[in-house]
């Protein structure tokens, strides 16, 4: 009992449209059942091959900004800016930046102006990812009900062919 569907079989009998009229999604998953392969992708390598430089650059400067190790750092070199033009080079007259510490502002302007855009474009690729991840769920779970399906078909017809054995008559 071995089934050899095309997709366009399989689109009358388990979604009940004709295949134009199906989306991509459909297509795909009904493509895969037919050639029999696996429908499953893992969204982060789809994003990753389609990813520009500058994406994955935003990536990595928000995980680094977003992390302890930075927050620990920034403070200490801020604290140390401070330390050092108020106490140690002021006793000398050398301080580059003495109080109230208007490059240091500057700076931390400039960081901040600079940091919070690359931030938000890692985190819309992020949520790009995961419609990326919606989308193949999706498939999955589509192929899995129209796996059921056929696999109920099969089991109603094994029901029809065994009652058919039962009342035919012995030889």
């Given at each position: 009992?071995?089934?050899?569907?095309?997709?366009?079989?399989?689109?009358?009998?388990?979604?009940?449209?004709?295949?134009?009229?199906?989306?991509?999604?459909?297509?795909?998953?009904?493509?895969?059942?037919?050639?029999?392969?696996?429908?499953?992708?893992?969204?982060?390598?789809?994003?990753?091959?389609?990813?520009?430089?500058?994406?994955?650059?935003?990536?990595?400067?928000?995980?680094?900004g977003?992390s302890?190790?930075?927050?620990?750092?920034?403070?200490?070199?801020?604290?140390?800016?401070?330390?050092l033009?108020?106490?140690?080079?002021?006793?000398?007259?050398?301080?580059?930046?003495?109080?109230?510490?208007?490059?240091?502002?500057?700076?931390?302007?400039?960081?901040?102006?600079?940091?919070?855009?690359?931030?938000?474009?890692?985190?819309?690729?992020?949520?790009?990812?995961?419609?990326?991840?919606?989308?193949?769920?999706?498939?999955?779970?589509?192929?899995?009900?129209l796996?059921?399906?056929?696999?109920?078909?099969?089991?109603?017809?094994?029901?029809?062919?065994?009652?058919?054995?039962?009342?035919?008559?012995?030889?």
């Amino acid at each position: 009992m071995h089934e050899s569907l095309t997709t366009a079989d399989l689109s009358m009998r388990l979604l009940g449209r004709p295949l134009d009229e199906l989306d991509g999604d459909e297509q795909r998953v009904l493509q895969a059942i037919a050639e029999r392969r696996l429908t499953s992708r893992d969204a982060a390598d789809l994003d990753d091959q389609e990813a520009s430089f500058g994406a994955r650059l935003s990536d990595k400067v928000a995980a680094v900004g977003g992390s302890w190790g930075f927050i620990i750092a920034f403070t200490t070199v801020l604290l140390g800016w401070m330390l050092l033009n108020s106490d140690i080079l002021a006793r000398w007259g050398m301080a580059f930046d003495p109080f109230p510490f208007i490059f240091l502002n500057l700076m931390l302007s400039t960081l901040a102006a600079v940091q919070a855009p690359i931030i938000m474009m890692s985190q819309n690729r992020a949520s790009a990812k995961d419609r990326i991840a919606a989308g193949l769920d999706y498939e999955i779970n589509l192929r899995a009900e129209l796996e059921i399906m056929r696999l109920h078909h099969k089991i109603d017809m094994l029901m029809e062919d065994v009652r058919g054995l039962r009342s035919a008559p012995p030889p």
